[in-house]
């Protein structure tokens, strides 16, 4: 790595750390500076900018794109005009240098143009503010003189990078400029300078904001919060009915935001106003979608009239997405996406943002925070005024915009599916959250353990597990429980029953409280799960699956363990029994049985093991082998084996009710 791409990467982390000065995968960098040809040995001048898709943040030397700029400059020669400047996009690659490196964005030419060694093009609030006020131009002229200039409105392309290139030449006094509906673009002659001169426009942005700005520019609260517990109590119930709806078209995973900002902006007047004018960045828009919806409700309605109106409300908006669909498509025009909502405002309770994953649900709330905070200082030294609902459909249905979502990695076979798995921090259920997350799905591990459950969640990324302590025999934990899922990943689709302990013992030895413990864990405690998950699958309306994970032992009778043996036999008749009742709803209820689970057990390694052991007479550490031995395969059944009996589940649409042995073949558990 050279010094300049060196110093490229510094200063797109540095910008890329602060949501306020760009979003996550918004803006570019780029850095000209001279490199070696492969094929002549001399001298060649390259540009090397931020690839399409990336992220400043967390941006690497592969995810630049490199170009010989001599060539990328040529392409003004040729250059057919503003009606077919996307065609350019194609001929960067013939601007490439060498092999490897990122797709160059349509942004290239913004940096290659403009004469300076280092190019900055960045999404800050304070920068949108001024570039969507309805008087932006003369705003900006306020605040910054010539320094910096304004720039109207353009969609990004190759023309957009011809008219910054001809006002630095023509200016060279200025460091930036704004454009309009858009963000900012700063230059520098080393990378120090460019990223100060960035931060300088956003900083005396902010400050005049600040100076200038009238106080309370959302209007007077109209719909004060609720209460932390309350609220969250009533985003838990929403967020299922919210993302079923939102579901109509395809799947999505969801996100909650209650945050000082959101909850202060869905509390004023004038959020439905400001809400109806959608957002104006196109990195904005194109999460969040042309514009949320917005209940219409205060925050004490009761519940059932929230649900009500909610479906009410999905119904409208698509109806309008629709309409604002056939107004702009032309002839090519891809086809529409999806008429949900990817953003929803419930007064006094929050937002809840959606995706096709956790990342980008979570992304497009972000990306809304920021659109508030652009509404916020735009109406407070102007009107906020963004781009026109034909430009915005414009870039939602850009080619170029459609291209880049084919180029998307495909999706796991899971995605889009949350999963609930309970005794998730150790053993078979870190095994089954290990599995689900693999294959794409999002999990909640949930544990008595909060600390093995917290270890699991941060093994698998913040985007891809949420950690729940829970006591599976207190209902008002597993309430609790299912409502953080709800909360953490928008619903619920599947639950896995895993939790459970073993005290093996003769019958006249086994007390009343060893019959208890296990039957509360796990004849209760998977009761108790099934209920509250089943009531969030039911509000979503989109089926789901309940998988139990039982053992041999529910149909096996195996010497000293009458109160394991007969809670399991509990479990496994309430798989039946919920697969009768739930099978109207979609919702599959399905059971393992596995045997001989002894690597990575909790149970076993908990005493259970040694008992069993003394059981058979053989040592604790060839338990497993001696397992394997009495079995028709001669296989040891690990946890991960588990793991992939509830993903093949998952891809058996057509089964309820069944129960599949995972013991390696005993013929005494055989079903009949």
């Not at 086809?335 to 405002?345: K, Y």
């Not at 209902?475 to 029953?497: K, S, T, W």
């Not at 029994?577 to 393992?592: D, K, P, T």
């Given at each position: 790595m050279n010094d300049v791409v060196r110093a490229l990467l510094a200063r797109s982390h540095s910008h890329g750390a602060d949501p306020s000065t760009t979003n996550y995968a918004g803006g570019n960098t780029s850095a000209k500076g001279v490199d070696t040809d492969p094929v002549t040995g001399r001298p060649v001048e390259l540009l090397w900018v931020k690839g399409s898709g990336g992220d400043l943040g967390t941006l690497t030397e592969d995810g630049l794109a490199v170009l010989r700029l001599d060539r990328l400059r040529d392409l003004v020669s040729t250059y057919p005009g503003v009606d077919r400047e996307d065609e350019m996009v194609a001929a960067f690659d013939f601007c490439l240098h060498g092999r490897g490196g990122a797709a160059p964005s349509i942004d290239t030419a913004m940096h290659g143009l403009v004469d300076a060694p280092h190019v900055d093009h960045l999404h800050p609030d304070a920068g949108i503010a001024l570039a969507t006020a309805a008087n932006g131009e003369a705003l900006t002229k306020e605040v910054f003189g010539d320094r910096v200039l304004w720039v109207p409105w353009r969609r990004p392309g190759f023309q957009l990078g011809l008219d910054i290139a001809a006002l630095a030449r023509e200016n060279p006094q200025a460091i930036g400029v704004v454009l309009g509906g858009h963000g900012i673009t700063a230059w520098g002659s080393t990378s120090d300078e460019c990223r100060e001169r960035s931060l300088e426009i956003i900083r005396r942005a902010a400050e005049f904001l600040a100076a200038r700005g009238r106080p309370e520019p959302f209007g007077p609260v109209v719909h004060p919060p609720l209460p932390e517990a309350l609220r969250r109590e009533r985003a838990a119930a929403l967020a299922?009915?919210?993302?079923?709806?939102?579901?109509?078209?395809?799947?999505?995973?969801?996100?909650?935001?209650?945050?000082?900002?959101?909850?202060?902006?869905?509390?004023?007047?004038?959020?439905?106003?400001?809400?109806?004018?959608?957002?104006?960045?196109?990195?904005?828009?194109?999460?969040?979608?042309?514009?949320?919806?917005?209940?219409?409700?205060?925050?004490?309605?009761?519940?059932?009239?929230?649900?009500?109106?909610?479906?009410?409300?999905?119904?409208?908006?698509?109806?309008?997405?629709?309409?604002?669909?056939?107004?702009?498509?032309?002839?090519?025009?891809?086809?529409?996406?999806?008429?949900?909502?990817?953003?929803?405002?419930?007064?006094?309770?929050?937002?809840?943002?959606?995706?096709?994953?956790?990342?980008?649900?979570?992304?497009?709330?972000?990306?809304?925070?920021?659109?508030?905070n652009v509404m916020r200082g735009a109406e407070s030294v102007s009107r906020y005024a963004p781009i026109s609902e034909a430009e915005k459909f414009r870039i939602e249905y850009w080619a170029l915009e459609e291209a880049k979502l084919r180029r998307m990695p495909k999706p796991g076979a899971l995605a889009t599916r949350?999963?609930?798995?309970?005794?998730?921090?150790?053993?078979?259920?870190?095994?089954?959250?290990?599995?689900?997350?693999?294959?794409?799905?999002?999990?909640?591990?949930?544990?008595?353990?909060?600390?093995?459950?917290?270890?699991?969640?941060?093994?698998?990324?913040?985007?891809?597990?949420?950690?729940?302590?829970?006591?599976?025999?207190?209902?008002?934990?597993?309430?609790?429980?299912?409502?953080?899922?709800?909360?953490?990943?928008?619903?619920?689709?599947?639950?896995?029953?895993n939790a459970g302990l073993s005290i093996s013992k003769p019958l006249l030895e086994t007390t009343a409280r060893d019959w208890d413990l296990q039957h509360d864990v796990m004849a209760r405690g998977s009761f108790l799960v099934a209920k509250h998950a089943a009531r969030a699958m039911v509000a979503q309306g989109m089926g789901g699956d309940i998988v139990y994970v039982a053992s041999k032992n529910s149909v096996f009778a195996g010497p000293n363990n009458v109160a394991y043996g007969a809670a399991k036999?509990?479990?496994?008749?309430?798989?039946?029994?919920?697969?009768?009742?739930?099978?109207?709803?979609?919702?599959?209820?399905?059971?393992?049985?596995?045997?001989?689970?002894?690597?990575?057990?909790?149970?076993?390694?908990?005493?259970?093991?040694?008992?069993?052991?003394?059981?058979?007479?053989?040592?604790?550490?060839?338990?497993?082998?001696?397992?394997?031995?009495?079995?028709?395969?001669?296989?040891?059944?690990?946890?991960?084996?588990?793991?992939?009996?509830?993903?093949?589940?998952?891809?058996?649409?057509?089964?309820?009710?069944?129960?599949?042995?995972?013991?390696?073949?005993?013929?005494?558990?055989?079903?009949?």
């Open positions: 299922p009915v919210l993302r079923g709806l939102v579901s109509t078209d395809q799947p999505q995973v969801g996100h909650f935001n209650d945050s000082e900002v959101v909850l202060d902006f869905v509390s004023r007047a004038e959020h439905p106003r400001l809400a109806a004018l959608g957002t104006s960045c196109p990195d904005h828009f194109l999460r969040t979608k042309v514009r949320p919806m917005v209940v219409d409700l205060p925050p004490d309605a009761p519940l059932e009239a929230v649900v009500g109106r909610l479906r009410e409300l999905h119904a409208a908006y698509r109806e309008e997405y629709r309409a604002y669909y056939e107004r702009h498509t032309v002839v090519d025009s891809p086809p529409m996406r999806g008429a949900d909502p990817a953003v929803v405002l419930v007064p006094g309770v929050g937002m809840f943002s959606y995706g096709k994953d956790k990342q980008t649900a979570r992304v497009a709330g972000e990306f809304y925070v920021n659109a508030i949350v999963a609930l798995v309970t005794g998730a921090g150790s053993g078979i259920g870190r095994a089954i959250a290990v599995r689900l997350a693999a294959e794409g799905a999002c999990v909640v591990v949930a544990d008595v353990n909060g600390e093995a459950a917290e270890s699991v969640a941060a093994s698998l990324g913040r985007d891809k597990a949420a950690a729940v302590v829970v006591d599976v025999t207190d209902e008002d934990a597993v309430a609790r429980a299912v409502g953080e899922a709800c909360l953490a990943f928008g619903g619920v689709d599947l639950v896995v029953n036999a509990d479990q496994a008749h309430q798989v039946r029994l919920l697969a009768a009742e739930l099978g109207e709803h979609g919702i599959r209820v399905n059971g393992i049985n596995p045997d001989g689970v002894v690597r990575g057990s909790k149970i076993f390694a908990g005493g259970w093991g040694a008992q069993r052991a003394a059981v058979y007479g053989v040592a604790e550490e060839d338990l497993g082998t001696f397992y394997a031995q009495r079995t028709l395969l001669k296989q040891e059944v690990l946890p991960e084996h588990v793991a992939g009996a509830v993903v093949a589940l998952m891809s058996l649409r057509h089964t309820t009710g069944a129960h599949v042995p995972v013991d390696g073949g005993v013929p005494g558990a055989f079903l009949r």
